[in-house]
Structure formats: C-alpha cells, structure tokens
C-alpha cells in the first residue's frame, strides 16, 4: 500500500531543461510529485538547467540519475556504464544534499538492455530505473530495475483514458499510474493547457496518493 491507499500517481521527467520550471509551478499548484532525472555533466549546456540553480528549482520533487552525459548504455562498455552511472549519482546527492538511489536510462527507442540493468544492478546502488517502454497497464512490478511506465504524457488519448479508468478503480491491490516524458516536448504544440488539464483531472483525490518515484518504488 502506499501511506495506507491502494492507488498512486508518480511523474517522471528526463535532461533537467529550463522548462522544467514550468512543469513544477504545475505540479506544485496541483500537489503532484516528480522524479526529474539529471545529467550531471550537462548542466548549464544548451537547454539544460545551470548547477546553481538545480537544489532549489526541483525541491520537494525528487532528483534521480539519468547518466553523466546521456549516452546510450547499450553501446558503452560495461566501466563506462558504470562510471556514467556512479559519477552521476555521486555528483547529483552532492547537489540535492541526500542520496539519490534511483535513474532513468537516457535516450529514445531502445535505450537499454538485460545487460545494461544486471550490470548496474550488480556494480552501482541505484535501486530502481525507468526505461521508456510503457504497458498501459497499473500493476506493480518485481523488476524495479528494468521498471516499465504506465504510459508517455504526449500520448494524449492514452493519458486521459488511463486517467479515467484509474480514478474509477477500486483496486484489492496496490495500483500505480506512472507517467513520463521530457518537459520541453510541450513547447512542441504548445499543449501545456492540454497537460493542465490532466493534472486538474488526477489531483486532489483522497484515494490516492501522490508521490515521487522513490516514494511509491521503495
């Protein structure tokens, strides 16, 4: 159970880019939670948040490892995983000021593989980590290494029928809506409103409960 509900709602969000600062106003004025996944060594590059500005941008949300510098894990050796991966964490709970224990792997299609997750399993403390690959689906999963969202938040259709669906659940079991995607993809087609209103539709409710990736995970 989480904090004594049957249902949870988590969001995860990939690159630490300025526009993250709009998605927390929203989340903060609908009392969602968030895990946003960081790069450590892009900080301050491009569209990605400076080092200065991260503890007090994503407090109360959760900081989470996405690699130093986004490679993609499945064409890195296995030192240079692990290297990604514990420098970054070691970096980002110097920042956040607590230990950051989870990730997401970075990059589009397929972004990781069996190996990649065994061997961070076995060479790093991360204690769970997000692919891209979503069910559709609420349940829990044993693998949290390999852990699949429930569904992409450009996904529009899907993420409102979901939504729906899950707020007519009366679940015997724990049940969990997780939610993912980058926040600038909003910019795209300027569907912040459309976003607004999914949170309007997910928040607020006494069944559920609210929380960041750690927080429902662990």
Same mark, same amino acid.
């Given at each position: 159970m989480f904090?004594?509900?049957m249902k949870a709602v988590t969001f995860s969000y990939d690159d630490g880019v300025t526009q993250d600062k709009r998605l927390i106003a929203l989340f903060n004025k609908y009392g969602l939670k968030c895990t946003f996944n960081l790069n450590s060594e892009l900080f301050g590059t491009k569209r990605c948040?400076? /080092?200065?500005e991260i503890k007090e941008v994503y407090a109360g949300h959760e900081i989470a +490892? #996405?690699?130093l510098t986004h490679p993609t894990l499945t064409g890195c050796d296995k030192a240079e995983i692990i290297r990604q991966v514990n420098e970054d964490q070691r970096n980002l709970s110097e920042i956040a000021g607590y230990e950051v224990v989870g990730m997401a792997y970075p990059g589009g299609g397929i972004n990781y593989n069996h190996d990649v997750a065994e061997i961070i399993r076995h060479n790093t403390t991360m204690q769970y980590a997000r692919t891209t690959v979503c069910t559709n /689906?609420?349940?829990?999963?044993?693998?949290?290494l390999e852990f699949l969202p429930? +569904? #992409?938040?450009?996904?529009?259709?899907?993420?409102f029928a979901l939504g729906e669906q899950f707020l007519a659940l009366e679940p015997t079991e724990p049940k969990l809506f997780y939610i993912?995607?980058?926040?600038?993809?909003?910019?795209y087609d300027d569907s912040w409103g459309r976003?607004?209103?999914?949170?309007?539709l997910i928040a607020?409710?006494?069944d559920i409960f609210y929380g960041t990736n750690k927080e429902v995970l662990l």
């Open positions: 904090n004594g509900k948040l400076p /080092k200065e +490892v #996405h690699t /689906k609420f349940d829990l999963q044993s693998n949290l429930t +569904v #992409h938040h450009t996904d529009f259709d899907d993420l993912w995607g980058h926040s600038y993809e909003f910019d976003f607004e209103e999914f949170c309007k607020n409710r006494d």
